[in-house]
């Protein structure tokens, strides 16, 4: 259903993310794991067009390439990416935004779940990173994207949070996964199809979740470039 193939990422003619191959079938539970500065959130950005990156090679989302669309074009076609650092909405209440979205998907967005029913009539400039987080998985619940990539998820989320959105991950079957960490621990409980290690720009080793095991004994610097 999504593949990427050859993915080069480049800023100021610098290369960030250097020829990186991904398939995610329907349905399934990537995880993206990797030192900081090795070029994940770049990727993410990159598969949803964001900050005008150059690239070459393809992003091909149900056999389209949809490496020239722009975010909203890509967003409109199914792919969702939940920010490491959420954007603020200065002026627009997160009211306002999930009554538009209830309207538009003709569904309820549930903020009662993850306990932030009582700041909705707020923007979301004042909240807190955890707060951000909470609101984005909602929006990313209520929309059911057919891809979803996922850029740091368990930063500024407190723990019975996190235990929740890994538990609503594994129950939407028909949503595809990438979820991306430079931690390891709380994404084995999720048990994931396929786990990537990224170094240096480079996707060097792909296999099931014994890989997070072996990174959480030995660290990043046991891959050197290799698997």
């Known amino acids: 259903m999504f593949e990427i193939k050859d993915l080069s990422v480049f800023s100021d003619d610098k290369e960030i993310v250097k020829k990186v191959n991904l398939t995610v079938k329907k349905g399934e539970v990537h995880v993206l794991v990797g030192p900081n500065g090795s070029g994940k959130s770049t990727l993410a950005r990159a ?8 690239t070459k090679g393809k992003i091909l989302f149900k056999g389209e390439d949809i490496s020239k669309l722009s975010p909203e074009e890509r967003a409109k076609r199914g792919v969702f990416l939940a920010f490491q650092q959420p954007p603020s909405i200065e002026g627009v209440s997160m009211r306002m935004l999930l009554s538009e979205l209830s ?11 993850f306990g932030v029913d009582e700041i909705r ?5 004042d909240f807190s990173g955890g707060e951000k987080k909470k609101y984005e998985l909602i929006q990313m619940i209520g929309m059911e994207p057919e891809i979803a990539v996922l850029d740091e998820i368990d930063s ?3 723990i019975d949070s996190l235990e929740k959105a890994m538990k609503k991950i594994k129950q939407m079957k ?10 390891t621990k709380k994404f084995k409980n999720i048990q994931p199809d396929k786990v990537h290690v990224m170094v240096n720009g480079k996707i060097i080793c792909s296999s099931n979740v014994k890989l997070l095991e072996r990174v959480d004994k030995k660290g990043f610097g046991d891959f050197n470039d290799k698997c």
């Open 103 to 113: 309207s538009k998907f003709k569904k309820k967005f549930d903020t009662e779940e």
């Open 156 to 158: 500024g989320m407190d």
């Open 121 to 125: 009539g707020r923007d979301n400039s």
């Open 174 to 183: 028909k949503t595809a996964f990438i979820l991306i960490t430079h931690r």
């Open 47 to 54: 598969i949803m067009g964001i900050n005008g990156f150059k």
